[in-house]
């Protein structure tokens, strides 16, 4: 690994670990009337692209953070479709 | 460009666009009362590395795609400091 790639990891865990504030809070309270389904499902659908644009490019830090994000999107548009 | 290029810019348009309505909601409302300071200032530190990563990837939709991000977290970040 050199130092673009680490640099690459650190920005790939920092990008990811932002995101699980909201997926946690969503799950604990089941409160999801502030979160908007159109813009998470286009997430979903933009994260999914950037894992496969990341295999294109060799790239583990990308596959990783945007793979994690999708997950966790979907965990997100899980919870508003049923808890709506 | 490749069908992963096209793939790529797909990618940063729809995630780039996904952060916009936050931007411009903070914009018009002057309402910062949820959003998170240490939660945006992560993102925008994660993001500059992308950018950083990207340039070394030679990647242009992630230059592209987490540069605009970085400037639109910047604005959220000022307008949380401005109207706290």
Known sequence: M????ILG???AIITTA???PQVYKTWK????KSLSLTMYTSFFVGVSLWVVYGFYLESLPMILANGITAISALILIRLKLKYK
Chains 1, 2 share one sequence.
């Open 18 to 20: 932002a995101f699980m």
């Open 9 to 11: 990891m650190c920005a």
């Open 29 to 32: 309270t089941k409160d999801t």
């Open 2 to 5: 050199n130092i673009f790639e």
